[in-house]
Structures are given as C-alpha cells and as structure tokens.
Nanobody, 126 residues
Framework: QVQLVESGGGSVQAGGSLRLSCAAS???????MGWFRQAPGKVHEGIAAINTGGTSTYYADSVKGRFTISQDNAKNTLYLQMNSLKPEDTAMYYC????????????????????WGQGTQVTVSS
C-alpha cells in the first residue's frame, strides 16, 4: 500500500513559480513516481515522472524546460518545481505511483497509476 498527500498548490500570476510537494508513505520506494494534471473538461495528463533511484526523469513537451521533478527520500517527499507558469497550466495536480517504467507500460496514460493522491489545485492568471 502507498499513501500520497499533495500540498503546495495555489494561485499565481503568469510567469510565477510554485513548488508542489507529495508526502509519501508505505511501500512507495518500490514504485516509479509521477505527476499528473487534469484541467476542466480534459483528461488526466502525465507530465513528469521519476524512477525509483531518482536517476531518470520524463517530462511532457508541454512542461519540459519549465518544470522539474525531484524526490527527497530522507523526507519521503516528491516535488514538482514549476517555473514560468502559464494560464494553460491551470489544473488539478495529482501525485501518483506506478510499477511500470515511463518508457514502458501505459505511461503517460492515467491507467499507469496504481496509487493516487487527492490532488492540489493550481490556478495561473494572466
């Protein structure tokens, strides 16, 4: 079992930054970790992922160069640093854990995830 709790969302103006955190507990270190987002009326989008050792990452083209995924195993926390935010980044952001790597399996489909957090809202105004 894995438990995930996100925090750090909020409202920011375009060009600003936010850092999302995902506190993990249970057997999460066995899993790849990722961030999804869902904008109103749209499907979940897998935007960033990191492998179990933290040595390999994946970014969707929509966030590449602006977002950074990282993890701090000492704090049992996954992060998503979001810079140069745009109004189109407005969405509910979810932390997720999955067994399959992000170059195999169903990533970045939401069917990749086996565990989900409750989500945190990010709103970017122009």
């Amino acid at each position: 079992q894995v438990q995930l709790v996100e925090s750090g969302g909020g409202s920011v103006q375009a060009g600003g930054s936010l850092r999302l955190s995902c506190a993990a507990s249970g057997s999460y270190r066995r899993y790849y970790m990722g961030w999804f987002r869902q904008a109103p009326g749209k499907v979940h989008e897998g935007i960033a992922a990191i492998n179990t050792g933290g040595t390999s990452t994946y970014y969707a083209d929509s966030v590449k160069g602006r977002f950074t995924i990282s993890q701090d195993n000492a704090k049992n926390t996954l992060y998503l640093q979001m810079n140069s935010l745009k109004p189109e980044d407005t969405a509910m952001y979810y932390c997720a854990a999955g067994s399959a790597g992000f170059y195999s399996g169903s990533w970045p489909s939401p069917s990749w995830a086996e565990y989900w957090g409750q989500g945190t809202q990010v709103t970017v105004s122009s």
